[in-house]
C-alpha cells in the first residue's frame, strides 16, 4: 500500500529554470510533510518541511506549496542551479503503527539541473 | 559534530555468509532507525528504537534479519543468511525525541552486495 505518490521520476531543467516536484497522500493522519535531498554516495537530508496548517513555507530558493484538501504538496525551486542536481523525496509523518511516528517516502525524483 | 556514522562503507560477500552492519548514532539522539534503500522499492524502514528499545519492526522483511541497540551509542544489523536479494545500500538515522517531527539524520550508509 503506497501512502505517498511522487512524480515526477525524473526531471531535467536549465539552470535558471523552476523545477516542480509533486507528492500525493492518502491517509488525513499524516501531520508533518518534509523533503529531503540526497546527492550520490551520500543519506538523505533534510531540506525543508512543511506542517498542514500553513499553505506555503519558503526558506532560501526552496518553496513547499501545501493543499491540504486535496492531499497534495509539491516543491518548487527557485533559480536552480547545477549544485542542485540530486535525489529529492517527499516523506510523511504520523502515526503509522502502533504509537511510532515514522517517515514514509515517496518513490525520488532524479532532477538534473543543466549549466 | 560528528554525524551518524556507519561501517563498514561497502560490502561484497557471498550468499550464505553473515553481514553486520554497524552505526553509531550521533551523540544525544535517543530515536534510531534503520532503512533500506533499492532501485525497486526506495526507501524503506526496517526497525526503529527508542531509549535503545525497539519500537517497531515491522519492515523487517524476514527472520534473517535482526538489530540491536546495545547501548545509545551503538547499533547493528545483521543478515543471516545472507542472500542475493538483500543487496542494497543500508541507511541508519538518528534524531532526538520519538515525535518524528525532529529532522532525522542520515549516515553515508553501507552499500551491501551479496554475490
Known amino acids: 500500500q503506497q501512502q505517498v505518490k511522487q512524480s515526477p521520476q525524473s526531471l531535467i531543467v536549465q539552470k535558471g529554470g523552476i523545477p516542480i516536484i509533486n507528492c500525493a497522500y492518502e491517509n488525513t493522519a499524516f501531520d508533518y510533510f518534509p523533503w529531503y535531498q540526497q546527492f550520490p554516495g551520500k543519506g538523505p537530508a533534510l531540506l525543508i518541511a512543511?506542517?498542514?496548517?500553513?499553505s506555503e513555507k519558503k526558506e532560501g530558493r526552496f518553496t513547499i506549496s501545501f493543499n491540504k484538501s486535496a492531499k497534495q504538496f509539491s516543491l518548487h525551486i527557485m533559480d536552480s542551479q547545477p549544485g542542485d542536481s540530486a535525489t529529492y523525496f517527499c516523506?510523511?509523518?504520523?502515526?503509522?503503527?502502533?504509537?511510532?511516528?515514522?517517515?514514509?517516502f515517496g518513490s525520488g525524483t532524479q532532477l538534473t539541473v543543466l549549466p | 559534530d560528528a554525524g551518524v556514522i556507519q561501517s563498514p562503507r561497502h560490502e561484497v560477500t557471498e550468499m550464505g555468509q553473515e553481514v553486520t552492519l554497524r552505526c553509531k548514532p550521533i551523540?544525544?539522539?535517543?530515536?534510531l532507525f534503520w532503512y533500506r534503500q533499492t532501485m525497486m522499492r526506495g526507501l524503506e524502514l526496517l526497525i526503529y528504537?527508542?531509549?535503545?528499545?525497539?519500537?517497531?519492526d515491522s519492515g523487517m522483511p524476514e527472520d534473517r534479519f535482526s538489530a540491536k541497540m546495545p547501548n545509545a551509542s551503538f547499533s547493528t544489523l545483521k543478515i543471516q543468511p545472507s542472500e542475493p536479494r538483500d543487496s542494497a545500500v543500508y541507511f541508519c538515522?538518528?534524531?532526538?525525541?520519538?515525535?518524528?517531527?525532529?529532522?532525522?539524520?542520515f549516515g553515508d550508509g553501507t552499500r551491501l552486495s551479496i554475490l
Open positions: 538515522a538518528s534524531t532526538l525525541g520519538p515525535r518524528g517531527n525532529q529532522p532525522q539524520h
Open positions: 512543511i506542517r498542514p496548517d500553513v
Open positions: 551523540s544525544g539522539h535517543n530515536s
Open positions: 516523506a510523511v509523518v504520523g502515526v503509522s503503527s502502533g504509537s511510532a511516528r515514522q517517515l514514509t
Open positions: 528504537f527508542n531509549n535503545n528499545v525497539p519500537i517497531d
